[in-house]
């Protein structure tokens, strides 16, 4: 399945790769990236991937980049281009996810004791833990429409700021009570095409306080609850399918279970993260054409 799923990639991204090969370099930006891909579906580091043995037998013909090249042109900046040229082409898709989205985010834990200067104490799933998190939106069809990677003790209504910028998202943006902010609602207000719907964060049937509120927080209020809160309720019943996505992207083998030793600071995770959706998201294709 691997083997299957890395030509996949492979063709999308010999696709879109215009790029002019250097002749100072001995490997191509996208055989760089082809070998980095081959190391994270089998959940590998740098130094097992540069080793022919750990390829097929048909494909050991080719010239392996060494270690310390492959840590080399990861970061440079034509690269790191070409994936998010590749992640725009196969994961985000924000005019096919219609007028309801949700956002939320998902905890990658590490050690307590990672010397990991970047990552950061914050609240996951059983209490407290190290490590970074996924804050993303996502459309009702598993739509991608945009994610940011932050240490765990950044507030989710920091990220939340940023996502809502997003464009092609509009309609209704779903989340759970602790998106309940002033800050928030002001940003949809500004747009005028976004409402966010969250439940009240101390419980409904009391107030807001003195403090004057945004028209959209009051408007969420309405919609959830007003005599009639169908609706409402509707859109918080669909609100797990968040939920079931990030389920999507970790249930599998080569999927983003974990944060593998060898994955630390925030460049190495967002990248890893980033082959990781590709990945996901390029399986989730062959399967509904197969």
Known sequence: MERQLW???VAC???IDK???VAAEDYTDARIIEVYLWAVLHDRPMSWVCQPRNWPPAMRRRPLPSDSCMSRRLKSERVIA???ALEEHVVRRPEAGGLVWFMDGKPLTISGVSKDRQAGYGRAAAGKAKGYKIHAIVGVDNTLAAWRLAPMNVDERVMAERLLRTKGVQGYVVTDANYDSNRLHAECDARGDLQMVTPRRHGPGRGHGH???RAGRLRAKDILENPRPWFGR?????RGQIERYFGHLTNWGGGLTHLPPWVRTHRRVYRWVQAKLIAAHTRHQMRQTT
């Open 19 to 21: 790029s002019i090969p």
């Open 211 to 213: 403090r004057k509120q």
């Open 13 to 15: 991204l010999r696709r």
């Open 234 to 238: 509707d859109l918080l019943r669909q």
């Open 82 to 84: 070409l994936l998010a």
């Open 7 to 9: 030509k996949a990639i």
